[in-house]
Nanobody, 116 residues
Framework: QVQLVESGGGPVQPGGSLRLSCAASGFTFSTYTMNWYRQAPGKERELVATITSTGDYTHYADSVKGRFTISRDNAKNTVYLQMNGLKAEDTAVYHC?????????WGQGTQVTVSS
């Protein structure tokens, strides 16, 4: 059974940091491109960051470039999103996503709330 389980979300003050984790199981994690998406209330889902299966290529949305870092540990079947310099507009539910050809899997999401 495929599972993607996010953790690490929560409340944080502006300027603070959080590290999200997404633990994968039930598929060959090391062969999948991994993504972090987010969705804020009333807004469309946004692709935040992407990392290829080997980790040799990453891509970021302009809104998070220079503040967020995506990484992965294929030995632990886990992808991470280090978020620094958080802003109120980063408040959203963050989902991890696994993609390989026509196979696409989603996690349930973890809430990140940036507020003073």
């Amino acid at each position: 059974q495929v599972q993607l389980v996010e953790s690490g979300g929560g409340p944080v003050q502006p300027g603070g940091s959080l590290r999200l984790s997404c633990a994968a199981s039930g598929f060959t994690f090391s062969t999948y491109t991994m993504n972090w998406y987010r969705q804020a209330p009333g807004k469309e889902r946004e692709l935040v960051a992407t990392i290829t299966s080997t980790g040799d290529y990453t891509h970021y949305a302009d809104s998070v470039k220079g503040r967020f870092t995506i990484s992965r540990d294929n030995a632990k079947n886990t992808v991470y999103l280090q978020m620094n310099g958080l802003k109120a507009e980063d408040t959203a539910v963050y989902h991890c996503n696994a993609r390989r050809m026509s196979n696409i899997y989603w996690g349930q999401g973890t809430q990140v709330t940036v507020s003073s």
